[in-house]
C-alpha cells in the first residue's frame, strides 16, 4: 500500500515553512526566507566573470553575493555561443524575440576546450545556480540554462528532444515526442519527464508555453541593463515541491495563508487539474504545525541524540567535510538470540537514518557506525534494506556495503546546506553559562528587580513565583525577607511556590498575569 503525503504549509511573517507528512509522519521540512531573495537551486542570474582559473579550468563570477560563484568549463553547456550571443546583442529597442530564433545554435564547444578561450574577466553572462553556497563555498553554476516544470523541462538555445527513461511503452514516447516537437518555437529543445506519461496536449501545451514566457519575460531585463541582477528565479519552495513530490498518493495539501493557498490550487490546475481539490485554506485558531503536530516532530527530531525503538538511539554529528551517525543498543531487551536482537536494532535504525538524511537534507559523505554483527547474512541483508529505504530520496545517493567494521558509507547529493534546528532552550537560571548565582545572595538579586518593577516601571502590585524551597527560605519568620521588601517598598507581593522551577529560579508577574521582564 502506498504511503499517503500531505503537505503542511506555514506562512509566517518571515518565512514559509513547508512539511512533507507521510502516513503522518514527518519526512522533509523546507523553509524559506518571505522577506528577502536567498541565492537558491534553479535560480538564473545575469553574472560577470571576475577572475579566470586555467588551472581548474573554472572560473569566478559575481552573481550578486558576497561569495564569488564558481563555474567549470564542462558547465558552460554545448551551445555557450548561442547564449552569449544574445546577450551581446540584445537591447531595449531591438526586436528580442527575432535575435533569439534568428540565432545559429551551433557549432558547440569544444569538449577539450580551455576557459580562458570562451571567457574573458568583465564578460555578462546568463548563468543558472545548481548548488547553493554551503559554508565557506560560493554557489556552482552551469551556463546551460533550463527551466523545469511538472512535465517538461524547457531547453533554451538547444535542438534535442529526449524522453524519461522511465517511460517504458515506445508509442507512448513517441506520441511525447512528436507532440512536444510540434508546439515546440525554434532554438528551444526540451526533456519530456515521466510524469508527462497518458497526459494530454492541452495540459503539456499550457506549461510549455508558461515555461516559454517565463524565459522570454526576462530578456528585457537584461536589453535594458548588462549589470549583475536576478533575472528569474525558480518558483516558491510550494510550488517547486509539488512539482518533483505530486502524485496520486498525494492527500491533501493544507495552507493557512489565502495568497499562497489560491498560488498552490492555481499551480496545480495547471499541472494536474483533476487534483485541484486537494489544496485546502486552513482557518483554525490553533497554529497549523501544532494542530498537525509537526512541531512536536521537529523538537524530537532534529537533535544531537534521536531516539528509535527498543530504547536504541542515534547520535548524529556533523563536521565540515561529512556526517557521522553512531547507532547505541540503548536498553535492548534480552528476549531473543543477542544476533538476532543486534539485526533488529540495526534496521530500525536504518529507517530513522533514511528519514533523518531527508529530514536535514544531510549531503556529502555520511558515515554509519552500525553496531557489530556477526553474521555475513545480516551484513548483507542490512545492506539491501538500506538500498530500498533509501529508494524513496530524490537526492542522487549511493550506499556502500558494511566494512568489516561495520561502517556503512552513504554518500549523497548535497546541492544545499543541511537543514539544522536548534532544539534545546537556555536554561533560565544560568542563561546558558552553565552557572548560578550564589544562594547566600539570591534574596539581594531578586530585591533588585523589585527595586526596578516597583521605582521604574511603577508596578505596585505583584506576584513572584519561586520554587518551594526558596519560597521557605523567603517568608520563614514572623520577619520574613517577603514582609521586609513590603514595608521597604510600599507594595504588595504574593508569593507563589511552582513545583516544577528549578531551586533558585524566580520570576515576577503582574496582578494580571503578565511576565514581567527586566
Known amino acids: 500500500m502506498e504511503a499517503v503525503k500531505d503537505l503542511i504549509v506555514d506562512v509566517g511573517s518571515t518565512e514559509v515553512s513547508i512539511a512533507l507528512m507521510e502516513n503522518h509522519r514527518l519526512i522533509e521540512l523546507n523553509k524559506e526566507s518571505s522577506t528577502g531573495h536567498s541565492f537558491s537551486v534553479g535560480d538564473v542570474y545575469l553574472g560577470k566573470v571576475k577572475k579566470i582559473l586555467p588551472a581548474l579550468n573554472a572560473a569566478f563570477v559575481d552573481i550578486g553575493d558576497e561569495k564569488e560563484a564558481f563555474?567549470?568549463?564542462?558547465?558552460?553547456?554545448?551551445?555557450?555561443?548561442?547564449?552569449?550571443?544574445?546577450?551581446?546583442?540584445?537591447n531595449p529597442n531591438s526586436d528580442l524575440k527575432g535575435i533569439y530564433s534568428h540565432i545559429k545554435i551551433g557549432p558547440v564547444l569544444e569538449k577539450e576546450?580551455?576557459?580562458?578561450?570562451?571567457?574573458?574577466?568583465?564578460?555578462?553572462?546568463?548563468?543558472?545556480?545548481?548548488?547553493?553556497?554551503?559554508?565557506?563555498?560560493?554557489?556552482?553554476?552551469?551556463?546551460?540554462?533550463?527551466?523545469?516544470?511538472?512535465?517538461?523541462?524547457?531547453?533554451?538555445?538547444?535542438?534535442?528532444?529526449?524522453?524519461?527513461?522511465?517511460?517504458?511503452?515506445?508509442?507512448?514516447?513517441?506520441?511525447?515526442?512528436?507532440?512536444?516537437r510540434n508546439i515546440l518555437p525554434k532554438n528551444y529543445g526540451a526533456i519530456i519527464r515521466t510524469a508527462a506519461e497518458g497526459k494530454n496536449a492541452a495540459i503539456l501545451d499550457a506549461e510549455l508555453m508558461s515555461l516559454v514566457e517565463k524565459w522570454e519575460s526576462s530578456w528585457k531585463k537584461?536589453?535594458?541593463?548588462?549589470?549583475?541582477?536576478?533575472?528569474?528565479?525558480?518558483?516558491?519552495?510550494?510550488?517547486?515541491?509539488?512539482?518533483?513530490?505530486?502524485?496520486?498518493?498525494?492527500?491533501?495539501?493544507?495552507?493557512?495563508?489565502?495568497?499562497?493557498?489560491?498560488?498552490?490550487?492555481?499551480?496545480?490546475?495547471l499541472i494536474s487539474p483533476e487534483q485541484e481539490k486537494i489544496v485546502k485554506l486552513y482557518k483554525d485558531s490553533a497554529p497549523i504545525f501544532d494542530h498537525f503536530e509537526v512541531t512536536r516532530q521537529i523538537k524530537s527530531s532534529f537533535g544531537k541524540v534521536v531516539p528509535i525503538k527498543q530504547g536504541?538511539?542515534?547520535?548524529?554529528?556533523?563536521?565540515?567535510?561529512?556526517?557521522?551517525?553512531?547507532?547505541?543498543?540503548?536498553?535492548?531487551?534480552?528476549?531473543?538470540?543477542?544476533?538476532?536482537?543486534?539485526?533488529?536494532?540495526?534496521?530500525?535504525?536504518?529507517?530513522?537514518?533514511?528519514r533523518q538524511l531527508r529530514l536535514r537534507d544531510m549531503g556529502g559523505i555520511v558515515i554509519v557506525d552500525f553496531i557489530d554483527m556477526e553474521s555475513n547474512e545480516h551484513k548483507n541483508a542490512l545492506f539491501k534494506y538500506m538500498q530500498e529505504l533509501m529508494q524513496g530520496d530524490r537526492a542522487k545517493h549511493n550506499v556502500l556495503p558494511l566494512t568489516k567494521f561495520g561502517l556503512m558509507q552513504i554518500t549523497r547529493q548535497r546541492v544545499?546546506?543541511?537543514?539544522?534546528?536548534?532544539?534545546?532552550?537556555?536554561?533560565?537560571?544560568?542563561?546558558?553559562?552553565?552557572?548560578?548565582?550564589?544562594?547566600?545572595?539570591?534574596?539581594?538579586?531578586?530585591e533588585r528587580k523589585l527595586a526596578y518593577y516597583v521605582?521604574?516601571?511603577?508596578?505596585?502590585?505583584?506576584?513572584?513565583?519561586?520554587?518551594?524551597?526558596?519560597?521557605?527560605?523567603?517568608?520563614?519568620?514572623?520577619?520574613?525577607?517577603?514582609?521586609?521588601?513590603?514595608?521597604?517598598?510600599?507594595?504588595?507581593?504574593?508569593?507563589?511556590e511552582v513545583t516544577d522551577f528549578t531551586v533558585l529560579q524566580n520570576e515576577f508577574y503582574n496582578e494580571k498575569g503578565d511576565k514581567l521582564d527586566s
Open 416 to 446: 544545499r546546506p543541511a537543514t539544522e534546528i536548534n532544539t534545546t532552550e537556555v536554561c533560565p537560571v544560568c542563561n546558558g553559562t552553565g552557572k548560578i548565582a550564589s544562594s547566600v545572595v539570591i534574596d539581594e538579586a531578586i
Open 113 to 180: 576546450g580551455r576557459i580562458e578561450n570562451v571567457l574573458t574577466p568583465g564578460q555578462i553572462m546568463i548563468v543558472q545556480i545548481v548548488k547553493e553556497p554551503i559554508s565557506t563555498k560560493g554557489s556552482r553554476l552551469t551556463a546551460e540554462i533550463s527551466l523545469a516544470g511538472r512535465n517538461i523541462v524547457l531547453l533554451p538555445f538547444a535542438e534535442k528532444v529526449s524522453v524519461s527513461q522511465k517511460i517504458s511503452s515506445k508509442e507512448e514516447k513517441r506520441r511525447l515526442e512528436t507532440l512536444v
Open 222 to 269: 537584461f536589453a535594458w541593463s548588462k549589470s549583475v541582477q536576478l533575472l528569474f528565479t525558480e518558483y516558491s519552495k510550494t510550488t517547486t515541491i509539488l512539482r518533483d513530490l505530486l502524485n496520486d498518493s498525494f492527500s491533501n495539501i493544507y495552507v493557512n495563508n489565502e495568497n499562497i493557498y489560491e498560488e498552490t490550487r492555481k499551480y496545480i490546475s
Open 71 to 90: 563555474v567549470h568549463y564542462l558547465d558552460l553547456g554545448l551551445y555557450f555561443n548561442a547564449f552569449d550571443e544574445f546577450v551581446k546583442r540584445s
Open 455 to 496: 521605582s521604574e516601571k511603577e508596578v505596585k502590585s505583584l506576584v513572584l513565583k519561586v520554587s518551594p524551597i526558596l519560597g521557605s527560605y523567603l517568608s520563614r519568620g514572623i520577619f520574613s525577607i517577603v514582609s521586609k521588601w513590603k514595608r521597604k517598598y510600599k507594595c504588595k507581593i504574593r508569593l507563589v
Open 312 to 354: 536504541a538511539y542515534l547520535v548524529i554529528e556533523h563536521t565540515e567535510a561529512l556526517h557521522v551517525i553512531d547507532v547505541n543498543s540503548g536498553t535492548r531487551s534480552r528476549n531473543k538470540e543477542q544476533e538476532q536482537n543486534t539485526y533488529d536494532i540495526n534496521c530500525y535504525a536504518a529507517e530513522e537514518i533514511a
